[in-house]
């Protein structure tokens, strides 16, 4: 998880110091909007949110909400869209709602994802707004999220019927999948350079066994886990001097 995070920051600090160097260009649309439009600003980001599992073991309402954070750089690459890369420590927790097997488990998760928020919204150019000075923009801005990475997790599992510790684990941990993140929120600007985006997300993935309770145990399905995060997001001011062309 640490590497992951490292990761971000590193990209981060490269991509803002290429980004602060470079003036801003105008770009044309020729496909949706059919108009100019700015890229950027960068944003350094970091978030704070619960997630709750979905899996063999129970529902989202039966189980117990953990703790999640991370850090994030986003960019505006096309009108209306975000791009960001993401890196997220999340915690997952459950009892099992069978009680003739009664497992319970807890897990660790780090995750690195590439995520799209497209706004929903027209997009109008204005040639008198500067992309490094978005005060004139709504205050608030609803989009949907769609994403795709990969996450690394360790469970501890306990319990259960005392013939299923002969079976041992599902597999060798920590283990990898791949992971599809979608849903949606909103962006509310709270100064001209900070905002916070409440987002609420399902992360789909293509493993059964971040619970450790799979195939061996008659688990039949591939666990998820939802999300509700807060993401703070913040632009550095411009360097003087950098006009737009």
């Not at 209306?80 to 997220?88: K, P, S, T």
């Not at 597999?171 to 709270?190: D, E, F």
Request: aromatic content about 14%; cysteine-free; charged content about 25%.
């Amino acid at each position: 998880m640490r590497a992951a995070l490292l990761a971000v920051a590193l990209i981060s600090s490269a991509l803002g110091a290429q980004a602060q160097r470079r003036a801003r260009i105008k770009h044309q649309d020729d496909y949706i909007w059919h108009q100019p439009y700015y890229r950027g600003p960068l944003r350094y980001g970091v978030s704070f949110g619960r997630t709750v599992y979905y899996g063999d073991l129970g529902g989202l309402s039966a189980n117990t909400t953990r703790a999640s954070y991370g850090l994030a750089l986003s960019y505006t690459a096309f009108p209306n869209l975000d791009v960001a890369v993401e890196g997220q420590f999340i915690r997952l927790e459950a009892k099992d709602l069978n009680q003739e097997r009664n497992y319970r488990f807890h897990t660790e998760v780090a995750e690195l994802t590439l995520v799209g928020r497209q706004y929903i919204e027209r997009y109008r150019f204005d040639p008198a707004l500067d992309s490094r000075d978005l005060a004139n923009l709504p205050r608030y801005r609803f989009f949907g999220t769609l994403g795709a990475g990969l996450a690394v997790w360790w469970p501890t599992r306990t319990g259960g019927p005392p013939e299923a510790e002969a079976l041992g684990h599902e597999r060798k941990y920590p283990a990898y999948t791949w992971l599809v993140p979608v849903g949606g929120g909103v962006s509310m600007r709270l100064s001209p350079r900070l905002w916070v985006l409440p987002e609420l997300t399902y992360r789909f993935t293509f493993t059964d066994d971040l619970d450790d309770v799979g195939p061996k145990r008659g688990g039949g399905r591939n666990d998820g886990y939802l999300q509700l995060a807060f993401r703070f997001q913040y632009e550095l001011p411009p360097s003087k001097g950098k006009p737009l062309r």
